[in-house]
């Protein structure tokens, strides 16, 4: 069964510091792969994507993720996190032949002054 | 323009009432997707609508679970029986779902129900 799996349920970081959020995907077929944001009270919010082409993927607020085949991950990067980036951040994948996003269990970046 | 509206934001019941939750997606969008987010977990998936097409119900957990969706428009997921495992954040997503696979879904807020 295809699975997304996000290693750290916390990451906290001061600002100004980099920060990467771990993503891995199971998968026997290809698969589309987003990171979604969630802030206090809010719904969740498209990141970026990836669906082909460059592994390297720039989204919005300063994120990238890069899509590893070999190794099966999707890691979220920013190389300068803002108090305002606090928020839970979601992978999922897409595999191709279904209509279905799968979650991870969610990141919660905590930023602290 | 407007995004996807839920309502209600909260919902508070007891143990063996029903319940239902609203959602209205953004205009225009064919797909429909309702998800459901516990405490402490990942979202998960409950049930599909695209077009006129049969929904994808593989998703609900029971038979106390039930959505309709009236045409391409609002969509209405109903529990019956609330049990207190049934208390969480129910979201409802809206895509243009391409022919590809590769739209976005785009989330409404969110309701969170809870069950006393």
């Known amino acids: 069964a295809q699975s997304v799996t996000q290693l750290d349920s916390q990451v906290p970081v001061f600002e100004e510091a980099p920060v990467e959020l771990r993503c891995n995907y199971s998968s026997s077929v290809s698969v589309y792969l987003f990171w979604y944001v969630q802030y206090p009270n809010q719904g969740l919010q498209l990141l970026l994507k990836y669906l082909s082409g460059s592994t390297l993927v720039k989204g919005i607020n300063g994120f990238e993720a890069e899509f590893n085949k070999s190794q099966t991950s999707f890691h979220l990067r920013k190389p300068s996190v803002h108090i305002s980036d606090t928020a839970e951040y979601f992978c999922a994948g897409r595999p191709y032949n279904t209509d279905k996003l799968i979650f991870g269990t969610g990141t919660r970046l905590q930023v602290f002054p | 323009g407007a995004g996807v509206s839920q309502s209600p934001s909260n919902k508070v019941t007891e143990k063996g009432k029903d319940v239902e939750l609203r959602c209205d997606p953004i205009?225009?969008?064919?797909?429909l997707y309702w998800y459901r987010q516990r405490l402490g977990q990942g979202l998960e998936f409950l049930i599909y609508f695209q077009g006129n097409s049969a929904p994808d119900k593989s998703g609900l957990p029971s038979d106390r679970f039930s959505a309709e969706r009236t045409g391409e428009s609002v969509s209405t997921l109903t529990i019956q029986r609330t049990q207190q495992e049934d208390s969480a954040v129910y979201l409802c997503a809206s895509s243009l779902a391409s022919p590809w696979g590769t739209d976005t879904q785009y989330f409404g807020p969110g309701t969170r129900l809870t069950v006393l």
């Open positions: 205009s225009g969008h064919t797909a």
